[in-house]
């Protein structure tokens, strides 16, 4: 049985990465739908990892306080190296104060 579930998910994944070559053979031309397509790499990203940002923390509201300092800090313009920082300092100091506060 293990076996036909292996076989699914592989044919699932080909189709996946055959159907856009066999279907767009010319380049796309219609500017919304390359904007849409330029764009979804990201959102996938952003739907994978922020659901895991928010329960990383023992509560939501350090997650949401790291969050927050990551983005002061990354529309900034401060480096990679600066935002995780700021975030994992933010993070910790909202612990802090909330296991000082329970």
């Known amino acids: 049985m293990a076996y036909v579930y292996i076989g ?6 080909y ?3 055959v159907i856009p070559l066999t ?14 397509l330029y764009y979804v790499p990201y ?4 739907a994978m990892t922020f659901p895991a940002i928010l329960y990383a923390t023992e509560s939501v509201v350090s997650a949401l306080a790291g969050v927050a300092a990551a983005a002061i800090f990354a529309f900034r313009d401060k480096s990679l190296v600066a935002v995780a920082a700021a975030a ?3 993070v910790f100091a ?3 104060i909330l ?4």
């Open 88 to 90: 994992c300092l933010a």
């Open 99 to 102: 296991s000082f506060l329970v």
């Open 43 to 46: 959102t996938c990203l952003t």
């Open 94 to 96: 909202t612990e802090q």
């Open 8 to 13: 699914v998910m592989a044919a699932v994944t």
């Open 23 to 36: 279907v767009f053979r010319r380049k796309i031309e219609n500017r919304y739908i390359r904007s849409f």
């Open 15 to 17: 189709l996946i990465r």
